[in-house]
C-alpha cells in the first residue's frame, strides 16, 4: 500500500488529453518536488518530468506536470497510440527519509 | 551516452544473499548519486536505496536492515547486497542514475535484472 494514491487506469483516445493524478500529503508531495515516470510495456522506466513540471530533453511538450498543496498531476495532450504505458509519480518522503512511488496508472489509447 | 547494464544471478535461494552489480560506461560515478529500485512481477516500483559516490546514502526503512549498496569509482560500478531473501524479494531490480533529495531523478536506468527467489 502506496503512501501515494493513484488512479489505477486511465484511457483516451488518439487526439484527447488525458489528466493522472497524484495525492499525497505533506511529508511528501506537499514539500516536495514530483517526478513521473513513463514505463513502456517490457521495458525499463523513463524519466518524464522533474522538479514538478520540467521536461528532460527529448520529451515532447505534450507532456506536462503540475502540483497544488499535496496533490500532483501529468496531462497529456494530443494523445498518441505510443502514449500507451504505465505512469508513476515519485516524490521524496521527509518522514521516511526516501523516494516513494505512486501505484501506477495504466494508460490506455482506445 | 549514458548506458547502465546489471549483472548478477537470475536465481537465488530462500534465506541467501542476492549480491548484483551495475557497470557504468559513458560517463562517471563521481559526483552523482546512484539507486536501486525494484519491481516485483506485475506490480508497482519500489526504491530500495540510493548512495552519493562518496559514501553517504539512504535505504527504504522497509529494508534498510538487510541492504548494502556500494560503490566502487576505480570501476565505474555500484552494487547491492540484499540479505536474508524470501520469495517476496522476487522481482525485477533496476539499478539508475539519481535519487538525491531535490536532485533531476532518476534519469538513466539500466535495463533492468529478474531476480527469483526459489528453491
Known amino acids: 500500500q502506496s503512501v501515494l494514491t493513484q488512479p489505477p487506469s486511465a484511457s483516451g483516445t488518439p487526439g484527447q488529453r488525458v489528466t493522472i493524478s497524484c495525492s499525497g500529503s505533506?511529508?511528501?508531495?506537499?514539500?516536495?518536488?514530483v517526478y513521473w515516470y513513463q514505463q513502456l510495456p517490457g521495458t525499463a522506466p523513463k524519466l518524464l518530468i522533474y522538479r514538478d513540471n520540467q521536461r528532460p530533453s527529448g520529451v515532447p511538450d505534450r507532456f506536462s506536470g503540475s502540483k497544488s498543496g499535496t496533490s500532483a498531476s501529468l496531462a497529456i495532450s494530443e494523445l498518441q497510440s505510443e502514449d500507451e504505458a504505465d505512469y508513476y509519480c515519485a516524490p521524496w518522503d521527509d518522514s521516511l527519509r526516501g523516494w516513494v512511488f505512486g501505484g501506477g496508472t495504466k494508460l490506455t489509447v482506445l | 551516452q549514458v548506458q547502465l547494464q546489471e549483472s548478477g544471478p537470475g536465481l537465488v535461494k530462500p534465506s541467501e544473499t542476492l549480491s548484483l552489480t551495475c557497470t557504468l560506461s559513458g560517463g562517471s560515478i563521481v559526483s552523482y548519486y546512484w539507486s536501486w529500485i525494484r519491481q516485483p512481477p506485475g506490480k508497482g516500483l519500489e526504491w530500495i536505496g540510493s548512495m552519493y559516490y562518496s559514501g553517504s546514502s539512504n535505504y527504504n526503512p522497509s529494508l534498510k536492515s538487510r541492504v548494502t549498496i556500494s560503490v566502487d569509482t576505480s570501476k565505474n560500478q555500484f552494487s547491492l547486497k540484499l540479505t536474508s531473501l524470501t520469495a517476496a524479494d522476487t522481482a525485477v531490480y533496476y539499478c539508475a542514475r539519481g535519487g538525491g533529495y531535490s536532485s533531476s531523478g532518476f534519469d538513466y536506468w539500466g535495463q533492468g535484472s529478474l531476480v527469483t527467489v526459489s528453491s
Open positions: 505533506s511529508s511528501n508531495i506537499g514539500n516536495n518536488y
